[in-house]
């Protein structure tokens, strides 16, 4: 049985724990996190620990913490001589260490929301063959698609993904706020919101684009603009219909 410890107590790492915890040949022996009461989701299922001093020998340690937080980490557990990665899709392969490794899930995390481990794509790089080896097993052990992936690339993948994903959702959430502001059922919005990501797995994005800005409405555009109260909400609107026009044609 290979041992792993998981540092950080957020999403990810609350996400990486059940993943793991459900596989065979690995468990989880440890969490640590410098916030006591942050440990509360796993104490009761493994040992956790406010000290670095006091982590337990390990296989492997996948640091789940903020980006900021990487590098001081990484150097703070220079005497331990177990491969060590972390989970950013935006923080390079931390190369000043022997065995170092990236085990990155390209997925949106909210803690205690049910999830099909399966079908999160994992990108993986290390310093060492045997290293990745060892990262593309245990990914493989969780999911059907695994990525063997540069810092490069996966510096653009995590931007592509700030686009579809963290871009989008605030989208979502300022249509959610026009609704409500107008004292409409905000429910109402679901069916297009699936809509819009089912087509998406039979069409590319550039044919499934519509609205008024795609047929150069903008009679329609000036209406919206006349409704938004708020210059900041005026200004997201201005900016992607004159680049969905500029896209598919005519400029505004």
């Not at 990486?16 to 468990?27: F, M, P, Q, T, V």
């Not at 640590?32 to 296989?59: G, I, P």
């Amino acid at each position: 049985m290979r041992k792993l410890i998981l540092l950080g107590t957020g999403n990810v790492a609350y996400h990486l724990y059940h993943a793991i915890s459900s596989i065979e040949n690995w468990e989880v022996v440890q969490v640590y996190n410098h916030r006591e009461e942050s440990l509360s989701d796993f104490n009761t299922t493994t040992q956790t620990t406010t000290n670095l001093n006091e982590l337990v020998d390990a296989n492997l340690i996948i640091c789940c913490l903020k980006d900021d937080l990487i590098e001081s980490y990484f150097e703070k557990l220079v005497d331990k001589d177990c491969l060590i990665v972390h989970t950013s899709g935006a923080k390079t392969l931390q190369k000043n260490r022997k065995k170092s490794g990236v085990f990155y899930p390209l997925q949106s995390f909210s803690k205690y929301k049910t999830m099909d481990y399966s079908k999160i794509p994992f990108c993986i790089e290390a310093t060492r063959a045997d290293d990745l080896k060892k990262l593309e097993n245990l990914a493989l052990s969780i999911s059907e698609s695994v990525y063997k992936i540069n810092s490069k690339k996966r510096l653009q993948m995590h931007l592509a993904a700030v686009f579809v994903n963290n871009f989008s959702n605030y989208m979502f959430k300022l249509g959610q706020d026009l609704c409500i502001e107008n004292h409409i059922d905000e429910a109402i919005l679901m069916p297009l919101i699936e809509e819009t990501f089912e087509k998406l797995k039979d069409i590319k994005a550039e044919e499934a684009q519509t609205g008024p800005a795609r047929r150069q409405d903008q009679e329609t555009i000036n209406q919206h603009l006349k409704l938004l109260k708020k210059d900041s909400k005026k200004e997201i609107y201005k900016i992607i219909s004159q680049h969905i026009k500029n896209d598919y044609g005519e400029k505004l």
